[in-house]
C-alpha cells in the first residue's frame, strides 16, 4: 500500500517534508514524491505526520501474576492506540522475569498475543530480592534487551556492580529505577506542597537523586550503558549532563507526566495522582522542560503502570503508585513541547522512536528502504483525553478529561494495520 501525501518525519534519514512512503509486504519499499500507486491500496495522509513507529523502553503489562490489572493483549493493544510499534516490558511481573526461562516463555507467547513488538527486559536478581545476581548472559540469548530491577534499585552495591561488570561484557544495558529505600521512609507523595497540604509524608529529591549519583558514578567505572528510568528531579537531570560530558556509557529518559504536571496540582487525596517518583515541583518539572529543550535526555518512556479502579480507590496512603501512559504519551508530549515550544516535531520522533530503538538495538526507529514497517500516523489536532476509550485495563491517569494537542490516526508493525 502508499502512505499518500503525508508530512513524513524521519530523523534518520533526514526527512521532513510531505511525501508518499510504500508498503510492500512488511518492509518500507520506497519513499519519494508521486510513487506510482498502480495496483496499490493508498491511504491518503494528507494533514497528518507519517514518522517511524514509537518505542517505549519503559512499560509495565503485569502479565503474568497481575492480570486484574493488563494482560499481554490489553497492554499492547493500548500501546497499538498510543502509536507504539514496540514496548519494553519491565520484569517486575509475578513471578519476577529473572530467567531465560521466563523471557523465552514472553517470546513465545508475544507472537500469538501481542500486536506490538516486545522488547523483554531480565531482571537483575533472582526474585527481584537484590541478592543474587541473574543468569544475564542466559536471559540475553533468550531475547533479553536489556535488565532491570525497575520498581525498586538493587540496593547491595557489591552485587550491583557485579552485575553492571557482566552486563558490560555482554552489551547489555541496565535500565535503572533510582530509589534509595531506606530515605524513603514511608513517603506517598512529593515532599512539598501537596504533602503538607494533604498531611501525607513525602519523598524527597534525595531519593531520586542520591542513586542516581551512584548509577551514574559506576557506570562510568564499570563500561556498562546506565539508562536512567524516569528521571524526575533537576539535580538528576543535571547529573545526567555532567556524566554525559565525562564521556560515561549512559542515557535517560522522561516520562510525561513528569513534563506535564507537577505537585502543586494535585487537587485532593485522589491516588490517580500518585506514581514513583512521585509528580515533583514546578520548578523540577520547568528543569526538565529545560532539558529536553537543550538535548540531556535520549529518551521519552511512559512508565505505562496500570492498577485496577478498586486498588487507586484507596487514597494516598494505601494505593499502589502507578499511571497508564501509552495512550496519553504522544498527546501529552506533543502538546507541552512541540507546542509548547521546547523542541520540534523532527527531535520529538528522536526521543520517541530513533533513540529508544538505537539504545536497544531494536530495528525500528526508521523508515529506511528495507526496514520493518512500523509507522504511525498522527495529527496535531486537538481533542481530548478520554479514559472510557482506552484499550488498557487501568484508567489511572489523572490527565482524564485535559484537552491536549496530538492523536493517533493509525499504526502498522510490519506493514499491518494494529490500529
Known amino acids: 500500500m502508499i502512505l499518500r501525501n503525508g508530512h513524513v518525519i524521519d530523523p534518520e534519514n533526514g526527512i521532513n517534508e510531505v511525501c508518499d512512503v510504500k508498503i510492500t509486504g512488511s518492509l518500507i519499499a520506497a519513499v519519494g514524491h508521486d510513487l506510482d500507486a498502480e495496483g496499490e491500496a493508498v491511504l491518503d495522509c494528507r494533514g497528518a505526520y507519517v514518522i517511524p513507529g514509537l518505542v517505549d523502553l519503559h512499560v509495565h503489562l503485569r502479565d503474568p501474576g497481575q492480570t486484574a490489572k493488563e494482560t499481554l493483549r490489553t497492554g499492547t493493544a493500548a ?28 517470546v513465545r507467547r508475544a507472537k500469538d498475543e501481542c500486536c506490538v513488538k516486545l522488547l523483554p527486559v531480565t531482571a537483575v536478581t533472582i526474585g527481584q530480592e537484590g541478592t543474587t545476581m541473574a543468569d544475564l548472559a542466559a536471559a540475553k540469548a533468550a531475547g533479553a534487551v536489556a535488565m532491570s530491577e525497575d520498581g525498586k534499585s538493587v540496593m547491595d552495591i557489591t552485587v550491583y556492580r557485579e552485575a553492571l561488570r557482566e552486563a558490560a561484557k555482554l552489551g547489555l544495558p541496565m535500565f535503572a529505577h533510582c530509589e534509595d529505600r531506606s530515605l524513603v521512609a514511608g513517603g506517598v507523595i512529593n515532599a512539598g506542597v501537596a504533602s503538607e497540604k494533604l498531611g501525607l509524608p513525602g519523598i524527597t529529591d534525595a531519593v531520586e537523586d542520591v542513586i542516581t549519583a551512584r548509577d551514574l558514578i559506576l557506570a562510568g567505572e564499570t563500561g556498562c550503558h546506565v539508562h536512567l528510568c524516569h528521571v524526575s528531579t533537576a539535580f538528576a537531570a ?6 554525559k560530558e565525562a564521556g560515561y556509557p549512559v542515557s535517560g529518559e522522561v516520562c510525561p507526566h513528569h513534563f506535564a504536571m507537577c505537585d502543586d496540582e494535585i487537587p485532593s487525596d485522589d491516588a490517580n495522582y500518585k506514581m514513583n517518583p512521585p509528580l515533583r515541583s514546578r520548578a523540577d518539572m520547568e528543569a526538565l522542560r529545560k532539558a529536553i529543550g537543550d538535548g540531556v535526555f535520549d529518551c521519552i518512556s511512559t512508565d505505562h503502570a496500570p492498577h485496577t479502579a478498586e486498588e487507586k480507590s484507596r487514597g494516598f496512603a494505601k494505593a499502589p503508585f502507578g499511571i497508564v501512559g501509552s495512550e496519553t504519551a504522544f498527546a501529552l508530549s506533543y502538546t507541552t513541547l512541540v507546542k509548547g515550544g521546547c523542541i520540534d516535531m523532527p527531535t520529538l520522533v528522536r526521543m520517541m522512536s530513533t533513540n529508544p530503538s538505537k539504545i536497544v538495538g531494536h530495528t525500528g526507529g526508521t523508515l529506511s528502504v528495507g526496514a520493518p514497517a512500523d509507522i504511525a500516523v498522527v495529527t496535531g489536532e486537538e481533542c481530548t483525553i478520554d479514559v472510557s476509550e482506552f484499550k488498557s485495563k487501568g484508567k489511572n ?21 494494529v490500529y
Do not use: C, H, Q
Open 79 to 106: 500501546a497499538a492506540a498510543g502509536g507504539f510499534t514496540a514496548v519494553a516490558p519491565m520484569p517486575n511481573t509475578t513471578p519476577a522475569t529473572d530467567s531465560a526461562e521466563k523471557i523465552a516463555e514472553l
Open 238 to 243: 543535571e547529573l545526567l549532563r555532567i556524566a
Open 397 to 417: 491517569t489523572p490527565f482524564d478529561g485535559r484537552r491536549v494537542y496530538g492523536k493517533v490516526l493509525a499504526t502498522y508493525v510490519d506493514g499491518r494495520r
